[in-house]
């Protein structure tokens, strides 16, 4: 949604403003997300591969689920719902690690979480085009080969899951 209304925060991620999304991404002011990744029993990473109709990222793979931290919500708020609103799911979440924004980042602080759910998932079709299931040594190989069908976050957020 280009017009949702999004806290702009400081260099310590405080609250200094609220703008729209739009205006957010287009001056590279920065500002805060979850993602999500998602394991199966199995140990198998779930990616999601973003809809033609996003204004970022057009069709490429990216994590489980993430999304914009909205106005009056905070990081431990939000990772429940965009899991519920983007996959059709709940589960038990597991805060990592936090990333400073960076240009890479879109300029934005991510807290990034993980769960255990095997699905079935319904994921909303306006965000998203495909799911599927990667064993961790081939997003591994993805990562390390800077897939560009891959994300740029979802790269950096998977380099920093793997050196933990």
């Not at 806290?7 to 999304?21: C, K, T, Y």
């Not at 919500?73 to 979440?93: D, H």
Request: glycine residues 4%; contains cysteine.
């Amino acid at each position: 949604m280009p017009n949702e209304l999004l806290a702009v925060v400081d260099e310590l991620d405080r609250i200094i403003a609220h703008r729209p999304r739009r205006e957010i991404h287009a001056l590279s002011l920065r500002h805060r997300a979850v993602h999500i990744l998602v394991f199966n029993d199995s140990g198998q990473l779930l990616l999601q591969k973003r809809s033609l109709k996003k204004d970022l990222n057009k069709g490429l793979w990216d994590t489980s689920a993430a999304g914009h931290v909205d106005q009056g919500e905070n990081y431990a708020a939000c990772a429940p719902r965009e899991l519920t609103e983007e996959l059709g799911v709940s589960a038990a979440l597991t805060a990592l690690f936090k990333l400073e924004p960076t240009p890479e980042l879109g300029m934005e602080f991510i807290q990034v979480y993980e769960c255990v759910n095997n699905g079935p998932f319904a994921f909303a079709v306006d965000e998203i085009d495909e799911l599927r299931w990667l064993n961790r040594d081939e997003v591994d190989e993805r990562v390390d080969r800077n897939d560009a069908e891959l994300t740029e976050t979802f790269r950096i957020i998977w380099r920093h899951y793997r050196s933990l």
